[in-house]
């Protein structure tokens, strides 16, 4: 358990850790390619050190060599066959966009997960991979999968059923491996980072965003900048909105127009949040972000809105608990295959504080203004919970607790010092 005391005033600049993302897609696009890529601002979490190690296990060096990290890369279809499984830990990311890789090697891996990742459904990518032409053998669509060998993997069509990058990076993946052209569709667009760091070529037609792959796209080595995580900058966003007399300079943080969907709701929320010296030129580009104390108000959050602030929801969540008006969630029920069931486990930490709240199969709703004073929370084992809940412990009168809070290091294990380096 963490105690959070009331924090009074947060005035100063703060440079968070590299984006989780584009972490993963640096090392594991660094790892196919043949020869030396370097990495610099990696993240420092949990779930991008299991990237890393099961990429150690299929063959790829990786070591950190001043300050940055370099990564000898093993070429197309090059990898070592593993000796023992593959941990993907607690990380969806590593688990899926890693089975693209593997269903296209000519060698039979293993992939695990903890409790919670195992229990997260992985039927999205056997589908589309297994369509691709790779054989899958799963714990009723669970981890563990067992990725057999594959001789002839081909390019499919496939339109996404779900909008997640993490389904489209994973065909990608494979993609990259077919003598054809995969197309693939997005109906409503998801996060862009694999298709844009792998320079793929992409179109729009009616019926959405269409991406193609193929064998002639397959990476070579290359140097990666890693701008900071929005989705690490969003709690002390919130934080410093929420928090009188405040102002907060985040350096260096990502500007990718796919993960810009909080920012901008928070924006129309009534927000003051500025982007300063805007990097453009990048293949990631970034700004520093200024934010200062404002009075919010609630608005709807559009359906096509979901994908792009999918992770920034649970601190969405608290910001919408000291703004004016209801709060309504819907079109969210993606939410529910986290790291933890987010609307569960949100309303459950969200009912402590003797709010009304409506749980609904795709979101939720409340109307009520926080009214106690100190609470505690669970974490739930999940570092978007605990980070939100923490947020909302600091602006408590006088502060709470979040149990389970050490699951923080899955994304950014100095969370703590981080607020202690921006608060008074
Ligand atoms: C991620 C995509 C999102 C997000 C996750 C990271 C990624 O998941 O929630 O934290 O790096 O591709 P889905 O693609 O399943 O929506």
Request: with cysteine; glycine share 6%; charged share 25%.
């Amino acid at each position: 358990m963490y105690f959070f005391k009331h924090i009074n005033k947060i005035e100063n600049e703060l440079a968070l850790p590299g984006d989780k993302s584009i972490s993963h897609r640096s090392l594991m696009i660094s790892a196919m390619a043949e020869g030396e890529s370097e990495i610099n601002n990696l993240s420092n979490g949990e779930d991008v050190k299991t990237t890393w190690k099961c990429l150690e296990q299929l063959g790829a060096a990786i070591f950190e060599d001043n300050g940055k990290i370099k990564v000898k890369g093993k070429g197309f279809k090059n990898f070592d066959k593993p000796k023992d499984a593959l941990f993907a830990g607690n990380s969806g990311t590593t688990a899926r966009l890693l089975s693209g890789i593997l269903a296209a090697q000519n060698f039979q891996s293993i992939i695990t997960g903890d409790e919670s990742l195992s229990q997260r459904p992985m039927k999205r990518i056997i589908e589309p991979l297994t369509q691709m032409g790779s054989n899958i053998e799963s714990n009723d669509f669970k981890l563990p999968i067992k990725i057999n060998p594959s001789k002839n993997i081909k390019a499919i069509n496939y339109t996404l059923p779900v909008a997640s990058a993490q389904v489209k990076s994973s065909i990608i993946f494979a993609g990259l491996h077919c003598e054809g052209e995969t197309k693939i569709i997005e109906k409503i667009p998801s996060r862009n980072h694999t298709e844009k760091m792998l320079n793929l070529k992409t179109d729009k037609n009616e019926e959405g965003k269409i991406i193609f792959v193929s064998k002639k796209d397959y990476p070579n080595p290359s140097k990666f900048f890693v701008p900071s995580d929005i989705s690490t900058a969003a709690y002390f966003i919130v934080l410093t909105l929420l928090t009188p007399n405040s102002y907060l300079l985040l350096k260096k943080v990502s500007l990718n127009d796919s993960r810009l969907g909080f920012v901008n709701h928070l924006k129309k929320m009534g927000a003051k949040i500025k982007f300063e010296n805007v990097i453009n030129n990048a293949a990631e580009p970034y700004c520093d972000i200024f934010v200062e104390s404002s009075e919010l108000k609630n608005i709807q959050i559009d359906k096509s809105d979901i994908p792009n602030l999918i992770d920034e929801l649970p601190i969405l969540t608290i910001a919408g608990l000291f703004a004016k008006g209801e709060f309504i969630l819907e079109n969210a029920e993606e939410l529910r295959y986290k790291e933890s069931d987010r609307i569960n486990t949100i309303v459950t930490n969200i009912r402590k504080l003797n709010i009304e709240v409506e749980e609904k199969s795709d979101g939720f709703s409340f109307h009520d203004n926080v009214k106690v004073d100190t609470s505690e929370f669970e974490s739930f084992g999940d570092h978007r919970i605990a980070m939100s809940f923490a947020v909302l412990s600091m602006l408590l009168k006088n502060g709470g607790n979040v149990n389970g809070f050490e699951c923080v290091n899955i994304s950014n294990p100095d969370f703590i010092e981080q607020v202690k380096g921006i608060s008074c």
